[in-house]
């Protein structure tokens, strides 16, 4: 919003403070005038015919927003190019709803109450702008009916919220890797309510320092006591996994390992929740005794486990420490020593997907031996503080198994990968990285490399040296870059036998950089005899 008449140029754009990230008009001196009471689009895109039907004209946006939230500021120029001058406006803004703007009230507009989250809200249903989704750019904003966060109207008596308290709100069930919908549809979780209370103002998030999504109704938001509260991403059951339960939606994604999941009024902690990994498809139960957690067994909608909206069933008998169930009977865990494990395989740089999403590794079973407890790294110093993997039941496996561990389990999104066995957290570096598993402070193999790593292929152990003493240097023999395709066109053998290094193409065939192909011949004219020294 323009309160004054202006001139745009030079003003610097960005997110984080202090990192410009864009200057307007930088490589044009036209004036880039503008009138108070207007109202300006930045665009990524000023084609309407791709950026949805926004309205004429736009100026360009030169970065991303981020759509789980995240700071935005305008200056003046600064000194240079990348420092900016006084500041006129900044704000920030959680995670947003997908086909909707976030938007600040008409009667707010000034720097100081757009840092008031209360002030903002989502666009309604009927304003729709271009191709459909909603919003008023370039208009006034609608009004955002801005709530009294003291109050909330009790069936047409305003009274005060009753906040909950410590105990009031338990975390009961979360799931963060739904199997049958994608993530950012059908991740969920619960809370038991202990009291009757006001779920008003209530905060959300992954971890309690960062706040994602604040609970704001002009209604008294009342849960009774006894009762369980659903929160997920989507309240279509045909969208979230078949879900027969939500009350509450939120936008913020929950992360597969090294996660957390908290609520709290005022700053003030009433229940959280972390967990070290995950399974896909199975939601993390607590027991009703309120201590152990379990992986849920009941299945609900389109296939996946959990109870949303239920009381949780009891975790059954939880084995003693250093044991697991193998088939509801406890047994000793058998972990892997020095060389049981051998890393086989690992992609440090996918080609169709993003890093964060595609990014594997695989290990090769030599004994047989529980995976109970162990620990990824991406060197072996930094083991010591890895998550361990943490089941009651016995993760076994067997001399040969292919063991695949990668960063996302849905294979729309990890570029065609076979069934993930296990998540990991941390990043593969392109080069100068490693790969280390341990199990408590045994290190059980452990995998360098200096080399930029090929795009799109991965490094592959050849067959004929499984053994954790001959692959410590990926950069050299038994080592090389795989050859065979997989999932959307990486290149590589997740989960399965690797291909023997140093193999000669098949005939007829020739070798493109590891890849067989068939040669391109010449057709007459390709080649010309253009220059020769005969003496």
Same mark, same amino acid.
């Given at each position: 919003?323009?309160?004054?008449?202006?001139?745009?140029?030079?003003?610097?754009?960005?997110?984080?403070?202090?990192?410009? $990230?864009?200057?307007?008009?930088?490589?044009? /001196?036209?004036? =880039?005038?503008?009138?108070? %009471?207007?109202?300006?689009? +930045?665009?990524?895109?000023?084609?309407?015919?791709?950026?949805? %039907?926004?309205?004429?004209?736009?100026?360009?946006?030169?970065?991303?927003?981020?759509?789980?939230?995240?700071?935005?500021?305008?200056?003046? /120029?600064?000194?240079?190019?990348?420092?900016?001058?006084? $500041?006129?406006?900044?704000?920030?803004?959680?995670?947003?709803?997908?086909?909707?703007?976030?938007?600040?009230?008409?009667?707010?507009?000034?720097?100081?109450?757009?840092?008031?989250? =209360?002030?903002?809200?989502?666009?309604?249903?009927?304003?729709?702008?271009?191709?459909?989704?909603?919003?008023?750019? %370039?208009?006034?904003?609608?009004?955002?009916?801005?709530?009294?966060?003291?109050?909330?109207?009790?069936?047409?008596?305003?009274?005060?919220?009753?906040?909950?308290?410590?105990?009031?709100?338990?975390?009961?069930?979360?799931?963060?890797?739904?199997?049958?919908?994608?993530?950012?549809?059908?991740?969920?979780?619960?809370?038991?309510?202990?009291?009757?209370?006001?779920?008003?103002? +209530?905060?959300?998030?992954?971890?309690?320092?960062?706040?994602?999504?604040?609970? +704001?109704?002009?209604?008294?938001?009342?849960?009774?006591?006894?009762?369980?509260?659903?929160?997920? &991403?989507?309240?279509?059951?045909?969208?979230?996994?078949? $879900?027969?339960?939500?009350?509450?939606?939120?936008?913020?994604?929950?992360?597969?390992?090294?996660?957390?999941?908290?609520?709290?009024?005022?700053?003030?902690?009433?229940?959280?929740?972390?967990?070290?990994?995950?399974?896909?498809?199975?939601?993390?139960?607590?027991?009703?005794? =309120?201590?152990?957690?379990?992986?849920?067994?009941?299945?609900?909608?389109?296939?996946?486990?959990?109870?949303?909206?239920?009381?949780?069933?009891?975790?059954?008998?939880?084995?003693?420490?250093?044991?697991?169930?193998?088939?509801?009977?406890?047994?000793?865990?058998?972990?892997?020593?020095?060389?049981?494990?051998?890393?086989?395989?690992?992609?440090?740089?996918?080609?169709?997907?993003?890093?964060?999403?595609?990014?594997?590794?695989?290990?090769?079973?030599?004994?047989?031996?529980?995976?109970? %407890?162990?620990?990824?790294?991406?060197?072996? #110093?930094?083991?010591?503080?890895?998550?361990?993997?943490?089941?009651?039941?016995?993760?076994?496996?067997?001399?040969?198994?292919?063991?695949?561990?990668?960063?996302?389990?849905?294979?729309?999104?990890?570029?065609? +990968?076979?069934?993930?066995? &296990?998540?990991?957290?941390?990043?593969?570096?392109?080069?100068?990285?490693?790969?280390?598993?341990?199990?408590?402070?045994?290190?059980? #193999?452990?995998?360098?490399?200096?080399?930029?790593?090929?795009?799109?292929?991965?490094?592959?152990? #050849?067959?004929?040296?499984?053994?954790?003493?001959?692959?410590?240097?990926?950069?050299?023999?038994?080592?090389?870059?795989?050859?065979?395709?997989?999932? #959307?066109?990486?290149?590589?053998?997740?989960?399965?036998?690797?291909?023997?290094?140093?193999?000669?193409?098949?005939?007829?065939?020739?070798?493109?950089?590891?890849?067989?192909?068939?040669?391109?011949?010449?057709?007459?004219?390709?080649?010309?005899?253009?220059?020769?020294?005969?003496?």
């Amino acid at each position: 919003y323009v309160g004054a008449d202006v001139d745009l140029n030079r003003l610097t754009l960005g997110k984080d403070p202090g990192s410009v $990230l864009q200057i307007l008009g930088s490589d044009d /001196p036209t004036c =880039m005038s503008v009138a108070a %009471g207007s109202y300006i689009v +930045l665009a990524r895109n000023s084609d309407a015919a791709a950026n949805g %039907g926004l309205p004429e004209p736009t100026y360009p946006l030169g970065f991303s927003l981020t759509n789980s939230g995240g700071p935005l500021w305008i200056a003046l /120029p600064g000194p240079d190019d990348v420092t900016p001058g006084d $500041l006129l406006d900044e704000t920030s803004y959680g995670a947003s709803k997908a086909g909707y703007t976030h938007r600040l009230d008409p009667s707010q507009l000034n720097p100081l109450a757009n840092d008031d989250p =209360m002030n903002w809200c989502d666009a309604d249903d009927a304003e729709v702008y271009g191709a459909g989704d909603h919003g008023t750019p %370039g208009a006034v904003n609608g009004s955002c009916m801005i709530v009294d966060p003291n109050l909330c109207n009790d069936g047409g008596n305003m009274r005060a919220p009753v906040a909950p308290g410590p105990g009031d709100l338990v975390i009961t069930e979360y799931m963060p890797d739904p199997k049958a919908v994608a993530d950012a549809s059908g991740e969920w979780f619960e809370i038991l309510v202990n009291a009757d209370v006001d779920l008003n103002n +209530l905060q959300l998030g992954k971890q309690p320092d960062k706040v994602e999504a604040t609970l +704001l109704s002009p209604d008294c938001l009342k849960v009774s006591a006894g009762s369980y509260i659903v929160f997920a &991403h989507s309240d279509d059951p045909m969208v979230n996994g078949g $879900l027969p339960q939500v009350d509450f939606t939120f936008g913020f994604s929950l992360v597969n390992s090294t996660g957390g999941i908290f609520a709290g009024i005022n700053d003030m902690v009433i229940t959280e929740v972390d967990y070290p990994s995950s399974t896909s498809g199975v939601a993390a139960s607590l027991d009703p005794n =309120m201590v152990d957690w379990c992986q849920a067994v009941d299945p609900y909608g389109l296939g996946d486990l959990g109870t949303p909206g239920m009381a949780n069933p009891m975790c059954g008998m939880m084995p003693p420490d250093n044991q697991c169930l193998d088939n509801g009977v406890p047994r000793a865990i058998v972990p892997a020593d020095v060389g049981d494990l051998v890393i086989s395989e690992f992609l440090a740089d996918p080609k169709v997907v993003s890093d964060t999403a595609g990014e594997w590794f695989e290990v090769v079973a030599t004994k047989a031996v529980d995976l109970n %407890g162990l620990k990824s790294a991406k060197t072996s #110093d930094l083991l010591a503080n890895a998550p361990a993997l943490v089941d009651e039941n016995c993760l076994a496996v067997m001399p040969g198994d292919h063991i695949l561990f990668a960063h996302e389990t849905d294979t729309l999104l990890n570029g065609g +990968l076979p069934p993930v066995d &296990h998540t990991f957290g941390w990043s593969l570096t392109n080069s100068s990285g490693g790969v280390a598993i341990g199990v408590g402070n045994v290190i059980v #193999d452990t995998v360098t490399y200096a080399k930029t790593q090929a795009a799109g292929k991965t490094t592959a152990l #050849d067959p004929g040296s499984y053994d954790a003493s001959l692959n410590d240097n990926a950069d050299a023999i038994p080592w090389c870059v795989a050859t065979q395709p997989y999932g #959307d066109g990486d290149l590589g053998t997740p989960r399965a036998e690797n291909a023997v290094c140093g193999q000669e193409p098949p005939p007829g065939q020739c070798d493109d950089n590891g890849q067989p192909r068939d040669p391109v011949a010449p057709t007459p004219g390709d080649l010309v005899i253009s220059e020769f020294m005969a003496n």
